[in-house]
């Protein structure tokens, strides 16, 4: 079974971010970078699920400029098979990205796309909806388990949604997209570094696939959020509800 | 993160850096306080760095091992000293990097396969048993013996300070096999724990570094076959010796790392704590002085990649690691005094990673080679020879 996973590029949750003084986007410098976390997620999927099946292939696709193979390259010490790099140096809407995804996919023929619900960077929560639109295919988002058919013709997901629970299912090929506790990521082993050496990235470019790349939406700009005020320590219960009253004006 | 990259790290090293990073932050730094507390970490975690091959970074492919270079082992040391304490990460690197090199260098291919094949997946421990009551940098003065006896050799003697001691199954010792000579007459030896006549005398308590297993051993008639001898009869200065170079820049690398640590720590804790109407840090008194220790700290992380290009080269590298170890380990000593300092009161709290710091580096100027011996090493190897 080939699975394709999508991995993007996005600044280490752990860094501080700023914003440019004049909110065209992000202060970049000092920046670490890692795979989106749902990504690497919905890439452990893909891993466990090759693992189990004791055959088929995992292959990575990125989109950007060649600074992405880090992402590429410890994705495929992870365990992936091979990945390919979509060269592009423009900003991509989701749209765009969907199409560009589309693409690969006709091209690759996976019977399943495993990608994260979101990036962590812009969290528009959109290119996997919208790839399953484009190719006509059952999608599954915020998937909190997949179970695989023994025939592996169909798969079973269980879905986050509000308040509980819902298993929906459907027959393959599909999108499936990874919400926070679908699974725990590995860590890539030092022989799993040393073997992704040897492993292919295919460098395609954007512009060779025929995929409409026009943006449908622009960033105006972009502000950080309020500086939060340190909080402040009360003596009795009756303070506590003065103050939520009078000041906080909640209750 | 202050450092920048340097030329010496590829990508793959920086990929290999951050899985070491998350390890250290998911597994291991939320339990240190408690295995520092029972002055012993769980030996589980051998087994657990085995898998992610944190074991053999530089041992042969063919038992398991991914033969790395000296700078994978620089970025797993630099990340495994940042969990702030010392004696996890001298345990862990002891075994790699101090005791399974004996074997992976000097020990035949049955040798190898059975015991540094399962040092590398983490289910056998390491150490290394040099240093005797009667002395330690005075290698060729040691005491104990081991005699021949038919097909076996019979090793009697003590070792103290030994790394490892409660963990360990397997034990490279230091014997001498002619006990009339000096440094010729000293061989290696593997010895196994359950061997009879062996035994852990005494745990040890110390100072600092409480996370790490140090002991004093005792060889009583202990009897090892004739092939558990490691490389060649009477070697075992000269093995000691081209060991200690891998040793000692670790030892440095590790102290300038918890020291980097330390003044991240009280970077952080200047910035935020108020004196007189100002953070700490808007002190000029306090931030001149940081800035000496950064760029110190900086010069000894120089000097270790400096001593570690030179010892990747093949060439003559005991100048370059002495100094590296000497000024590394001064300097991060003096960065614990100042950090200490630095947090005030709270600096002198066992709730502040600072106040554990200031114990843990005390030893890096003494352990694997003293200052002293570093500096008789500098005039004698580096000095005193035409210029």
């Known amino acids: 079974m080939k699975v394709l ?45 090759k693992e189990k099946l004791g055959a088929g292939e995992v292959v990575l696709v990125s989109i950007g400029d060649s600074v992405v193979t880090e992402q590429l390259r410890t994705g495929l010490a992870m365990g992936a098979d091979r990945a390919i790099l979509v060269g592009c140096d423009q900003d991509l809407d989701s749209l765009a990205v969907a199409r560009i ?88 082993s030092l022989p799993g570094i040393m073997k992704a050496r040897k492993k292919e990235i295919k460098e395609v470019a954007a512009a060779d696939l025929d995929a409409d790349m026009s943006p449908r939406l622009t960033i105006n700009s972009l502000e950080p959020p309020t500086q939060k005020e340190a909080g402040k320590k009360v003596e009795t219960v009756e303070e506590l509800i003065g103050l939520l009253h009078d000041e906080a004006k909640v209750i | 993160m202050l450092t920048a990259p340097t030329r010496f790290f590829t990508e793959d090293h920086e990929i290999f850096r951050e899985q070491v990073r998350n390890f250290v932050t998911k597994e291991v730094h939320p339990h240190i306080d408690q295995w520092e507390e029972e002055a012993l970490f769980p030996k589980s975690l051998y ?57 992976a260098r ?107 297993d140090t002991g004093e051993l005792v060889f009583e008639d202990v009897r090892v076959p004739r092939h558990n001898l490691l490389g060649e009869e009477g070697k075992g200065f000269y093995y000691i010796m081209q060991n200690f170079q891998d040793e000692r820049l670790i030892a440095a690398s590790m102290a300038v790392s918890a020291a980097q640590q330390a003044l991240e720590d009280t970077l952080r804790y200047t910035r935020e704590r108020q004196t007189f109407g100002k953070r700490v840090f808007d002190h000029q008194v306090i931030s001149h002085r940081l800035a000496d220790m950064a760029t110190e700290l900086e010069a000894a992380r ?32 003096k960065v614990a005094y ?33 200052a002293e011996i570093m500096k008789e090493i500098i005039v004698k190897r580096g000095l005193d020879r035409d210029l």
């Open chain 1, 5 to 49: 996973v999508t991995v993007k590029r996005v600044p280490d949750p752990e860094t501080t971010i700023r914003v440019k003084s004049d909110g065209s986007g992000i202060e970049t410098d000092n920046i670490k970078y890692v795979i989106n976390p749902f990504d690497e997620i919905a890439l452990e999927e893909a891993l466990r699920i």
């Open chain 1, 101 to 188: 995804l589309a693409k690969i996919v006709e091209d690759e023929g996976p019977q399943l796309v495993l990608m994260g619900k979101q990036a962590i960077d812009d969290d528009a929560n959109q290119a996997g909806q919208m790839l399953a639109a484009l190719l006509g295919w059952p999608q599954a988002t915020f998937a909190s388990e997949v179970v695989l058919s023994d025939d592996q013709q169909a798969v079973k997901v269980t879905r986050e949604v509000d308040g509980g629970l819902e298993t929906i299912g459907f027959a393959l090929p599909g999108i499936i997209t990874s919400d926070l506790r679908l699974n725990e990521p590995r860590y890539a």
């Open chain 2, 47 to 103: 087994q657990r760095m085995g898998e992610l091959g944190f074991l053999g970074i530089r041992h042969p492919v063919e038992y398991g091992g991914s033969a790395g270079d000296i700078w994978m082992t620089l970025v797993f040391c630099e990340e495994l000293c940042r969990c702030r304490a010392l004696g996890l990460p001298t345990s862990v690197l002891v075994h790699t990097d101090m005791s399974s090199t004996h074997i």
């Open chain 2, 106 to 212: 000097n020990g035949t291919a049955e040798q190898k396969e059975k015991y540094l094949r399962p040092m590398i997946t983490g289910e056998a421990v390491c150490a290394i048993g040099v240093t005797e009551p009667s002395g330690g940098s005075d290698v060729a003065s040691i005491r104990t013996t081991a005699v021949k006896d038919g097909d076996s050799y019979v090793i009697n003697g003590a070792k103290i300070f030994i790394t490892n001691s409660v963990h360990a199954d397997v034990f490279c010792v230091a014997a001498k096999t002619d006990k009339d000579a000096q440094a010729r007459g000293i061989s290696m030896f593997i010895v196994e724990r359950d061997t009879p006549g062996f035994s852990l005398a005494k745990k040890l308590d110390k100072m600092g570094c409480h996370s790490s």
């Open chain 2, 302 to 333: 120089q000097l270790t990649y400096y001593a570690a290009d030179v010892l990747a080269s093949g060439r003559d590298c005991s100048t370059e690691v002495s100094m590296a170890k000497l000024y590394g380990c001064n300097v991060a000593n």
């Open chain 2, 338 to 370: 100042e950090c200490v300092q630095m947090h005030g009161g709270y600096g002198y709290m066992k709730e502040f990673a600072v106040e554990r710091f200031y114990r843990d580096i005390r030893q890096t100027t003494i352990a694997g080679g003293s």
